[in-house]
Structure formats: structure tokens, C-alpha cells
Nanobody
């Protein structure tokens, strides 16, 4: 089992910045990906950004150049720095960790979600 505790989020005006954090604890293995997804009302959950333990990152096209993902492997924590926020970034943001356990079985866990609201 893995527990994910998110922090950050809130209300910000367009053009502003927010930083999300997510700390993982529990049965964490060395080969995992941590990332952030978001879900806006009436829309499907989508990947925002993800990063491997080795530091390789990928981003949704809609956030490239504005959002930066980072992780501290020693703390099992992933961060999402969100700059130049737009109203369309409004959503519930979910932390995610997935990978393979010692037996090669895939696992995935989700945080409880944190609301990000960008006003115009």
C-alpha cells in the first residue's frame, strides 16, 4: 500500500502561480513514476505531468512552458510548479504514483485531490 498526501492548491487570479506538493509513503519501489493528473467538471481525468525516478519528465501540451514538475526521491515527494495560470487550468488535481512491485505486478495509487481554481 502507498499513501499519497497532497498539499497546495487554492484560488488564484489568472496569470498567477501555485505550487502543489505530494508526499508518498508506504511500499514504494525504486522504479516508479510520480505525476499529476487533473479533472475539470464534465471532463475526463487527464495527465498534466509525470516524472520518473531518474528525472525524465513529460507534460501535457497545454501546460508546456508554464508548469514544471520536480521530485525529491529522498523524500518521495513530487512537486508541480504552476505559473501563468489560466482559467482553463481550473480542476481538481490528483497526485499519482505507479510502477512495478517486487513481483513485477503493476500498481497505481491516487491522492485525494486538491482543488485549483483560476479566476479571470
Amino acid at each position: 500500500q502507498v499513501q499519497l498526501v497532497e498539499s497546495g492548491g487554492g484560488l488564484v487570479q489568472a496569470g498567477g502561480s501555485l505550487r502543489l506538493s505530494c508526499a508518498a509513503s508506504g511500499s514504494i519501489f525504486s522504479d516508479d513514476v510520480m505525476g499529476w493528473y487533473r479533472q475539470a467538471p464534465g471532463k475526463q481525468r487527464e495527465l498534466v505531468a509525470g516524472m520518473t525516478r531518474g528525472g525524465s519528465a513529460n507534460y501535457a501540451d497545454s501546460v508546456k512552458g508554464r508548469f514544471t514538475i520536480a521530485r525529491d526521491n529522498a523524500k518521495n515527494t513530487v512537486y508541480l510548479q504552476m505559473n501563468s495560470l489560466k482559467p482553463e487550468d481550473t480542476a481538481v488535481y490528483y497526485c499519482n504514483i505507479d510502477g512495478l512491485d517486487y513481483s513485477g505486478t503493476y500498481y497505481a495509487y491516487w491522492g485525494q485531490g486538491t482543488q485549483v481554481t483560476v479566476s479571470s
